[in-house]
């Protein structure tokens, strides 16, 4: 992995998946280098540094998965997992030198909370954690018809993480969030 890589003046633009973003990582450790910024499609803008698409590959999404799970913590991979349904702002650089320095020092850095690198992170994660703890109290249902509805507007992504509780809850209703 690379201990010197520096910022280089580029920017990666991928497909805003969580695969695409483990791909990110990939790059940037087999190319050395810590981009400039990394940028969905959708959300792109123009720089005057070079744009570089990054594809996302399943494999090499599974090796960057599997190596932070085994080379840094399981915890670790769930904090990137969480942090990735953040809408922060730079999540992907946030995620990026999280990784490096858990790389760098393995297990320890889940109580680095001093560390500006792993503050980002935690603070996403703990966003992400609030907002889901929020609806999974406060959300409410209409009946349409003999299915249930509701309409939310989260500032994260946080239905990967409230749907399982509603599934539990209302596993002999049927119902659309």
Not at 30 to 58: G, H, S, V
Not at 127 to 137: D, I, S, T
Not at 140 to 151: Q, T
Not at 159 to 177: G, K, Q, T
């Amino acid at each position: 992995m690379a201990d010197n890589a520096g910022i280089n003046p580029v920017t990666y633009v991928y497909d805003g998946s969580f695969d695409g973003l483990l791909c990110c990582v990939y790059e940037a450790f087999y190319a050395r280098e810590t981009p400039f910024a990394i940028q969905t499609y959708d959300a792109a803008q123009d720089t005057l540094f070079a744009m570089r698409d990054i594809f996302t590959d399943e494999d090499k999404a599974q090796r960057v998965q599997d190596s932070i799970a085994a080379k840094i913590s399981p915890e670790a991979l769930e904090l990137v997992q969480i942090c990735y349904l953040s809408s922060m702002g730079d999540k992907e650089l946030a995620v990026l030198g999280f990784l490096r320095l858990g790389y760098k020092i393995g297990a320890r850095i889940i109580d680095m909370l001093a560390n500006d690198a792993v503050s980002k992170v935690i603070k996403a994660v703990q966003n992400v954690r609030g907002e889901a703890h929020h609806f999974k109290g406060f959300l409410r249902f209409a009946d349409y018809d003999g299915y249930l509805a509701a309409i939310i507007e989260p500032k994260n992504f946080i239905l990967p993480i409230i749907a399982p509780h509603f599934v539990d809850r209302l596993n002999a209703e049927n119902f659309l969030i």
